[in-house]
């Protein structure tokens, strides 16, 4: 019970902050866009281009950690497209749309917060390594898989030119390969520059925590309930078994599988009903999984810090 209290609910705390405000009308939908533009846009990418850029790649760019837990991400996008095809009777489209619900975890704005306020500052190395392939691997895929379903018969060489610009337009992936870079370069940034990206990186987590809460009171489930609990059970249950599986088979040590199976846990995403926006397809299975497994997820991602250790 003292995880649940000291370490997950400040967390959802702060998204419920957000949450009341929009529901209270202290903030309007159009505030809200402009934080959720500022963390997305400029905030997070800053944390991710901090983080990555100073990572020791050789250290902590382990194999194994990266193994365990994409094998639970793909396993997870396969699940959700062909339970929604097979057991639900979606179209094809909105298949696709709903498996990218069920890969895409919420690496950022809830799994580097509970991670760091269950093990501090020093566990995230292994997060950050996680997600320097998490936006890049999970939109490559979903982004083929999808224009493969739409575009059947296209070329190799307009799939492939629609995924590289759709991939890169996303700030998040252009954070995390100019951090990638300025690491593989030892780019020297002075000081003054380092303190003033650390002052607007100090703003992204809890800024982006409190927005979610907003983006979230949009997302009122309405109907679809078959479809969204399967959703929720495979994002919330079956990637982080399958993590932790994978971890224990490959012989993580305790930080990288404790980073690897938290960062499983998280529910999906607002990426998730972005990428089902982008394509106008199961935009309510989409939406509606984001708010639902996030409250769940107070509970489910207790049980898996007590099955971590």
């Known amino acids: 019970m003292g995880a649940l209290v000291e370490v997950i609910l400040p967390v959802f705390l702060v998204l419920g902050f957000g949450f009341v405000a929009r529901w209270r009308n202290l903030i309007a939908d159009?505030?809200?866009?402009?934080?959720?533009?500022?963390?997305?846009?400029?905030?997070?990418?800053?944390?991710?281009?901090?983080?990555?850029s100073t990572l020791n790649l050789a250290e902590h760019f382990d194999v194994r950690l990266l193994a365990a837990y994409y094998t639970g991400a793909t396993v997870n996008f396969v699940v959700g497209i062909m339970g929604a095809r097979h057991l639900f009777g979606r179209r094809w489209e909105d298949s696709v749309a709903i498996g990218f619900v069920c890969m895409f975890s919420n690496t950022l704005m809830l799994?580097?917060?509970?991670?760091?306020?269950?093990?501090?500052?020093?566990?995230?190395?292994?997060?950050?390594?996680?997600?320097?392939?998490?936006?890049?691997?999970?939109?490559?895929?979903?982004?083929?898989?999808?224009?493969?379903?739409?575009?059947?018969?296209?070329s190799p060489r307009e799939l492939a030119g629609r995924v590289l610009r759709a991939m890169f337009r996303n700030s998040l992936v252009i954070g995390i390969a100019l951090g990638l870079l300025a690491n593989l370069i030892a780019l020297p940034l002075p000081k003054v520059l380092t303190e003033a990206m650390d002052m607007l990186v100090r703003a992204a987590v809890p800024a982006a925590l409190f927005g979610l809460g907003g983006i979230l009171y949009r997302y009122r489930p309405e109907g679809d309930f078959r479809v969204i609990?399967?959703?929720?059970?495979?994002?919330?249950?079956?990637q982080p078994a399958v993590t932790f599986g994978m971890g224990r088979a490959l012989s993580l040590n305790p930080g990288q599988f404790r980073s690897a199976v938290l960062t499983a846990a998280m529910a999906p995403g607002v990426n998730a009903y972005i990428f089902a926006n982008m394509y106008g397809v199961a935009k309510r299975v989409a939406a509606s999984t984001v708010l639902i497994s996030t409250g769940l997820a107070v509970l489910t991602v207790w049980l898996w810090l007590g099955a971590i250790g």
């Open 30 to 52: 159009e505030h809200i866009d402009g934080l959720m533009k500022f963390t997305q846009g400029f905030a997070l990418p800053m944390l991710l281009f901090r983080a990555i």
């Open 229 to 238: 609990a399967f959703a929720c059970a495979v994002c919330l249950l079956l």
């Open 111 to 154: 799994g580097l917060p509970i991670t760091e306020r269950a093990y501090g500052p020093g566990a995230l190395a292994g997060n950050y390594a996680i997600i320097a392939f998490h936006a890049p691997f999970c939109y490559g895929v979903g982004i083929t898989v999808m224009e493969l379903v739409r575009h059947r018969g296209g």
